[in-house]
């Protein structure tokens, strides 16, 4: 199901059909082939990980790849994207280069931030991608902010901006909602429900587990998507990124997901079962329900075998650039702060 339940009831609402329109065979594979494109990315990033070539914190997005990839192919050029630190998968969805963000994981020249940023602080100016954020929330109020450039200048862009359900209780987010309301800002607010912030279960961290209802007393649609249906997550950004464009202000979107790894990479994920996050995998993966269907509509095997090579083929290429590059002269410590 697309929508689980809706808030906020307008005459004027977006109405999110009950039934995910079905996907062309193009937008089938372009959504198979970059959902693949950031589990095969992460898959890496986690084994340079475990072999040290990455230091620092390392957050990884495998089973979450629907949410992120659903929502670019509802976008257009010029609509921004910011994030918190769960940010790979963002940046390879907006275009940014694999090697680019593995070298910046490696902390290497070749990367986004010159190295010196690590796993959450990346930016693309030329993608329109503003970030990975460390600090929980800290990017539903920029990314408010940018909204707000949007307005000010008089175009017709719209602002993503992602956050997860720990995020969701934080004191500049509503301060965020009611701004965004007040002034009718373009900005679409993602949060990516993975049921677990950090380590706690959202039904001991909320007192109001339908994210969607967060917007209520702001005046905020919002709407509970299936996060794990690629078809679902583009047909409510459709109509969310819409309603914006029209100046109707935010709209708010849950993203029911999963992520299958732990918070981060030092996280043993003890406080659920193995048996859960298999049943996950099983019977809602999201790559695996768009092979499936691919396979039904008759696309074969062999030909969705030579994508994932050709997805591993850049991947691999990347975790060789990103260890061969050099790492940042250190007279770079003093370029590009602010002093």
């Given amino acids: 199901m697309a929508v689980l339940r809706k808030t906020v009831e307008k005459e004027s609402t977006p109405k999110a059909s009950r039934s995910p329109p079905d996907f062309t065979k193009a937008q089938e594979l372009a959504a198979f082939r970059d959902m693949l494109l950031i589990r095969r990315f992460e898959e890496k990033a986690g084994q340079l990980y475990g072999m040290g070539a990455i230091g620092g914190f390392c957050h990884l997005y495998i089973g979450q790849e629907a949410v992120v990839v659903g929502m670019q192919m509802a976008l257009k050029p010029g609509d921004q994207v910011i994030t918190g630190y769960r940010d790979h998968g963002h940046m390879l969805a907006c275009g940014m280069e694999a090697n680019g963000v ?5 902390g290497r020249r070749g990367g986004y931030s010159k190295g010196k940023g690590g796993s959450m602080h990346m930016f693309s100016m030329e ?9 929980v929330g800290a990017q539903v109020s920029l990314g408010t902010g940018l909204a707000f450039a949007n307005r000010y200048r008089g175009n017709d862009f719209v602002s993503i901006a992602y956050f997860g359900d720990g995020a969701s209780n934080q004191g500049q987010v509503y301060e965020s909602f009611n701004m965004a309301s007040l002034w009718k800002l373009p900005v679409v607010y993602v949060i990516e429900n993975n049921r677990y912030a950090m380590g706690t279960s959202v039904t001991r961290s909320s ?3 339908d994210f969607s209802r967060r917007g209520i007393s702001f005046d905020i649609p919002g709407e509970q998507v299936d996060g794990m249906d690629v078809r679902a ?3 409510a950004g ?4 819409a309603w914006c464009r029209a100046g ?4 708010i979107l849950e993203m029911q997901t999963y992520r299958y790894r732990g918070h981060s990479m030092s ?7 193995r048996e859960e996050v298999e049943k996950i995998r099983h019977d809602q993966d999201p790559i695996e329900q768009v092979r499936n269907r691919l396979l039904a509509a008759k696309v074969s095997e062999q030909e969705l075998k030579a994508i ?7 991947v691999n290429a990347s975790a060789d650039f990103a260890q061969r590059d050099p790492e940042p002269d250190p007279s770079e410590l003093w370029t590009d702060v602010y002093r």
């Fill in 102 to 106: 593995m070298a910046e994981l490696t």
């Fill in 127 to 135: 993608k329109n991608f503003f970030g990975g954020h460390g600090i």
């Fill in 207 to 209: 007192a109001q587990t």
């Fill in 233 to 235: 997550v583009k047909a």
């Fill in 238 to 241: 459709d109509e969310a990124v």
């Fill in 248 to 251: 109707n202000g935010p709209f």
């Fill in 267 to 273: 996280d043993p994920a003890k406080y659920r079962t």
């Fill in 308 to 314: 994932d090579a050709e997805v591993r083929e850049i």
